[in-house]
């Protein structure tokens, strides 16, 4: 965001995060990045093709797929 210049003229950011870990009614403070992160992935399926009278011998990446993002 910085980069960008969506945070000009700002002189704090601050960021308030919940953790079951913590004891109740503490509070931390740190200075600097935390539990912060950004990634990009790529998830690649692949199925084996077969026969429609076979169709317990291939793998369908369309299902795998499909329950994966219902999983997601």
Known sequence: MI???????VDV???VHV???DSLGTVGIREGYT????DIFEIEIC??????A???LTVDP???GSQLLLNL
């Open 54 to 56: 076979t169709p317990h």
């Open 47 to 52: 199925g084996k093709g077969g026969h429609a």
């Open 19 to 21: 953790s079951s870990l």
């Open 13 to 15: 950011v601050y960021g």
């Open 62 to 64: 369309l299902v795998a």
């Open 3 to 9: 980069e960008y210049g969506c945070l000009q003229n």
């Open 35 to 38: 539990i912060a992160n950004g």
